[in-house]
């Protein structure tokens, strides 16, 4: 057994102070990430998805406070979202219809309600509700602060609005206000013993916008005209014939609403766990042994502590399943070939006896040492024999 000189080695273990300058920038990350999530649970509450131009909504988006002005004015404000529920109202007297959205609502019995109507926006089945306006085909008027530079008194007294949206036209003896591009975004024109006023946007009617320029004073001149006001809206609960799937809800209606924070959260632990896992640890130390060992004595002293044991079985084992891994390319055969085929394609190569040679590869263990040292000469034949074919 050789000797080689003894080389200083040391711990290659991450140390409390490593570990922390390594991973400290994930700890960072995650605890932002943790507030983020605590953050906005905290600021969302249950307020729910906002619903624009809802009287009852009081985001940003709804039209809350216009609906309290109205009746702080002492006019009647009915929230529908049906066109039977509009009918309805509007058969117990003279009303003005208000639409901010027709979405799965049937607009043709919308239309049949009498009275004055204002229409805001892209309302589905515009042309049914207001016949005669026409919208300038190309992109929607960007959304500003415009003058109103008409005659129509519900505007010059407003002055300014915060006005844009569908570019309209309108019928012959219509009054147009808050020019953009190359229509208008406010028309009234007569029709069927009423008025029928269109505006192109209605962000000048919510509560982000309501206080500014002269929005509140249009929005007023428009809707409050003493009129009871029959408010339509988009249904809460849409009709099942209106939805998707066999009992119409769809996949994301049956998701809970903060299935986006926790499909985010779970992308953010992914991309930090699969950057944590996958960095580099720092290049291979090699580390030189302290010992070299020949291969022959590994050999022998495997072989002595068969020997002590008396583990013939087992060195015997060994010694065939070394033969037969050796053997195997050598005849042509693949690695999982089976023991019939092994001593067929031996003893075609080497001549010897089929029963002998599944013997030797396959056979019982030899009773004594003397048995497992034939055994090993027998197998190294063998070798030899095919080595040399």
């Given at each position: ?108 019995a919308l239309a049949r309600v009498p009275g004055d109507r204002v229409i805001v926006g892209a309302v589905p089945g515009l042309s049914a509700l207001a016949p005669g306006i026409r919208i300038e085909p190309g992109q929607a008027a960007r959304t ?77 001149n428009l809707v409050g005209t003493g009129k009871p006001v029959i408010w339509v809206v988009r249904p809460e609960t849409p009709p099942p014939s209106a939805l998707p799937g066999e009992r119409g809800a769809s996949m994301y209606d049956l998701m ?134």
């Open positions: 057994m050789s000797l080689t000189t003894t080389a200083t080695s040391y711990s290659t273990s991450p140390t409390a102070r490593s570990a922390w300058r390594a991973g400290r920038l994930f700890v960072l990350l995650g605890v932002i990430a943790v507030l983020f999530g605590v953050l906005s649970v905290l600021l969302s509450g249950d307020s729910g998805p906002s619903r624009p131009l809802d009287p009852d909504d009081t985001s940003l988006s709804g039209s809350k406070a216009l609906a309290e002005l109205l009746r702080e004015q002492g006019v009647t404000v009915e929230r529908v979202d049906t066109a039977e529920a509009a009918a309805a109202k509007g058969a117990a007297g003279d009303r003005l219809l208000l639409v901010t959205d027709t979405t799965y609502i049937d607009q043709y500003r602060s415009r003058e109103p530079e008409c005659e129509l008194p519900a505007a010059t007294a407003a002055g300014s609005a915060y006005l844009g949206g569908l570019r309209l036209r309108g019928p012959s003896g219509a009054t147009a206000c808050y020019p953009a591009d190359d229509g208008h975004a406010l028309v009234r024109y007569p029709y069927g013993g009423g008025t029928i006023t269109v505006v192109g946007d209605g962000s000048f009617m919510t509560n982000q916008r309501l206080a500014e320029d002269g929005n509140a004073a249009l929005a007023l809970p609403g903060s299935i986006r924070w926790a499909i985010s959260m779970a992308v953010i632990a992914v991309l930090v766990t699969a950057f944590w896992r996958g960095r580099r640890l720092g290049p291979v130390v090699a580390e030189k042994l302290p010992v070299v060992v020949r291969a022959a004595e590994t050999v022998e002293g495997r072989g002595r502590l068969y020997r002590a044991r008396r583990a013939r079985e087992r060195a015997a084992d060994a010694l065939r399943a070394g033969t037969i891994d050796r053997l195997t390319p050598r005849l042509g055969l693949a690695s999982g070939a089976g023991r019939h085929e092994v001593v067929a394609a031996l003893a075609a190569r080497t001549g010897e006896d089929a029963h002998v040679v599944g013997d030797a590869l396959y056979g019982p263990p030899p009773k004594d040492d003397t048995g497992l040292v034939a055994l090993a000469r027998y197998l190294d034949s063998i070798e030899r024999t095919v080595s040399e074919l």
